[in-house]
């Protein structure tokens, strides 16, 4: 499996970015993609995950009703489309596959990508 994520940058507070993650090597019909992310001396955190077969989506609190994760099952891709973003958003952002109910749970992921950079200056 590999999961292949990008779009990561340096935009100034209130703007946007959009991370992709190409997932390949089997099928994920039944698991959860999304993010997580890790900022500087703190623990990765869950972001948001999408059901790839349902379609449900799932965010953590602190970016509710500015992030939006969505997945195109064509491009077996899944996007995070961040919006109104702040400087406590800056972080590495990875892109997770879980199987499972622990998608929310860094140690419930089972398999990781390579992270992308998120900076946000205020």
Known sequence: VQLQACGGGLVQAGGSLRLSCAA????????????????PGKEREFVAAVHWGGGSTYYADSVK???????????????????????????VY???????????????VNYWGKGTQVTVSS
């Open 24 to 39: 390949s090597g089997r099928t994920f019909s039944t698991w959860r993609l999304g993010w997580f992310r890790q900022a």
């Open 65 to 91: 009703g500015r992030f939006t994760v969505s997945n195109d099952n064509a491009k077996t891709t899944v996007y995070l489309q961040m919006n109104s973003l702040k400087p406590e958003d800056t972080a």
């Open 94 to 108: 990875y892109c997770a596959a879980t199987w499972g109910p622990r998608y929310t749970d860094t140690n419930g």
